[in-house]
C-alpha cells in the first residue's frame, strides 16, 4: 500500500447577480509520516477585470461533505461556503497501477451554491469534485492534461483529457459518460449531438505551478521534485455555448477549463 496519499477538493460558483467567479482549494497531503493541510480560494470579477488571491495553511475545519452527497460545506477564514447537488455525481478511476491509484470523484457536477464572504453573500451555480492520489504526482505518466466545466440550468458538462503514455478522453454531460469520442480542444468540446464553444478566454492563473500553487507554501517547496514545480499551468475563464450539432444553441454562460503541461 501507498505511503503516499494527496486529497484534494475543488469547489466553485459564479454569482448569478455580478458574475464573480470564485474557486476554493482545500488539500491534505499525507507523507513521510507527516500530514499537512493547505487551502486557497481566487476571486475573479466579470470578463476577468481583476481577481485576487488567498492562500493558507492549516487553517479551518476540513471539508464536510454529506452522506448522501447532497450537501458540501466549506470554511475557510475569509469565507464560508454552502453548495446543495443538483446532478447525479459521477466517479472514475482515473489509473491504477503498482505504484498507487489516482481516483476522480465529482460530487456535484451542478450545485447550486452560497458564498459568504467577510463582506458580501454570494448565490449561483457550482460545482464540487474530489481528486485523491496515492500515486506520487511526479509519476503521473501525462504530457498534457485538459479538464473543464459547464454548468447551466439543464445541462452540465464535464471533461478530461490526457495526453502521454497513458491517454484518457473522457466526456461527462449530463451523467452520460461518453469515452473517446468527441473532441477535446481549449476551445471547443464536442460530443455526438452537441458542441460547447469557448470563446472570450480570460486567464485566470498561468505559470509555473512552483510559483503559482506552492509559491506561498516555501516548505513544500522544498519536497517536491522539479517535475512538479516545473509544470506549467492556464487556466481560463470563458465564456461558453452550449449547442445541438445543427447549431441551435441550449444555453450560455460561464465555463472554467485548464491545461497542464509537465515537463519534457
Known amino acids: 500500500m501507498s505511503s503516499f496519499q494527496l486529497l484534494k477538493w475543488y469547489a466553485d460558483l459564479v454569482d448569478d447577480a455580478t458574475g464573480e467567479l470564485f474557486i476554493c482549494y482545500d488539500s491534505e497531503l499525507r507523507w513521510r509520516g507527516l500530514a ?11 470578463a476577468g477585470r481583476a481577481h485576487t488571491r488567498h492562500a493558507f495553511l492549516g487553517a479551518g475545519p476540513s471539508p464536510h461533505l454529506s452522506p448522501d452527497a447532497q450537501e458540501f460545506r466549506l470554511v475557510q477564514p475569509q469565507l ?23 481516483r ?23 460545482y464540487v469534485e474530489r481528486l485523491t492520489l496515492t500515486l506520487k504526482p511526479w509519476h503521473l505518466p501525462i504530457e498534457q492534461l485538459r479538464w473543464g ?8 458538462l464535464v471533461w478530461i483529457r490526457w495526453d502521454g503514455p497513458a491517454p484518457r478522453h473522457l466526456i461527462f454531460y449530463n451523467g452520460q459518460r461518453h469515452a473517446n469520442t468527441g473532441q477535446i480542444t481549449d476551445d471547443e468540446i464536442t460530443l455526438p449531438h452537441h458542441r460547447l464553444l469557448l470563446a472570450q478566454p480570460h486567464p485566470l492563473r498561468t505559470g509555473a505551478v512552483g510559483s503559482t500553487v506552492f509559491g506561498r507554501f516555501p516548505a513544500f517547496r522544498q519536497l517536491l521534485p522539479a517535475r512538479i514545480l516545473r509544470l506549467r499551468e492556464t487556466k481560463w475563464l ?6 445541438t450539432e445543427a447549431g441551435v444553441a441550449l444555453a450560455t454562460g460561464p465555463a472554467v477549463h485548464e491545461l497542464v503541461e509537465w515537463p519534457t
Request: proline share 6%.
Open 36 to 46: 499537512w493541510r493547505f487551502a486557497s480560494f481566487l476571486r475573479c470579477l466579470p
Open 238 to 243: 470563458s465564456q461558453a455555448t452550449f449547442l
Open 104 to 126: 476522480w470523484e465529482c460530487w456535484q457536477p451542478a450545485a447550486t451554491a452560497r458564498l459568504e464572504t467577510t463582506d458580501t453573500v454570494y448565490n449561483g451555480w457550482g
Open 149 to 156: 466545466r459547464f454548468v447551466a440550468p439543464g445541462h452540465c
Open 80 to 102: 464560508r461556503g454552502h453548495w446543495q447537488q443538483r446532478a447525479t455525481p459521477l466517479h472514475e478511476v482515473l489509473l491504477d497501477t503498482d505504484r498507487g491509484q489516482v
